[in-house]
């Protein structure tokens, strides 16, 4: 029982054998809100075969699975619990699947974006490539808002507090 409880709580075992590419589906919440549902139906309706099943010639198992820690770059999908690819739609999957069998597949993001860049591009005070420093936020204007927002809070606690001590000065006059 517990070689079993083992083997069918994590995902890294197969207690079957699966197919040549062993495509573990997230569908945890962040990738289920962009779209993981499109892309588990996208595969199983190209490679004619549901969840949890492998194609008759042996190559491909699919498997929903959860997060599998490449949130920011969701949906996302992992072949044989090793390799990685994200930023999916139901179109860039089932090109994702036709390169896999030609072995011409890339790794990573199916979109143009870098790694998990935001849309934004870099926004980190290094420039790795370059090694060039470069910084794209205005700190010091953030810096100046938190500090203007911060004094607005320690005078709105001080008009509560001395309301508080007016309304209980009053109570007690009664
Ligand atoms: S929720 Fe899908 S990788 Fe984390």
Redesign the pocket.
């Known amino acids: 029982m517990d070689v079993f409880e083992v083997a069918s709580f994590y995902s890294m075992f197969n207690r079957e054998k699966v197919g040549k590419f062993h495509l573990q589906v ?7 809100l962009c779209g ?1 549902r499109e892309i588990i139906a996208a595969c199983e309706k190209h490679l004619g075969i549901k969840n949890s099943e492998t194609t008759a010639d042996g190559l491909f198992t699919i498997q929903e699975v ?6 920011v ?4 999908l992992q072949v044989n619990g090793e390799w990685v690819y994200e930023d999916l739609t139901p179109t860039n999957v089932v090109e994702l699947l036709e390169k896999l069998k030609k072995g011409e597949e890339k790794r990573g993001p199916q979109n143009h974006r870098k790694n998990s860049e935001g849309p934004l591009g870099r926004t980190t005070l290094k420039n790795i490539e370059t090694g060039e420093r470069k910084i794209e936020r205005d700190f010091e204007k953030a810096k100046k808002e938190w500090l203007e927002q911060k004094e607005k809070e320690r005078i709105e606690a001080e008009k509560k507090k001395a309301a508080a001590a007016a309304a209980a000065a009053a109570a007690q006059k009664k």
């Open positions: 997230c569908g945890t919440t962040p990738c289920q993981s959860e997060c599998l820690g490449a949130c770059n969701a949906p996302m």
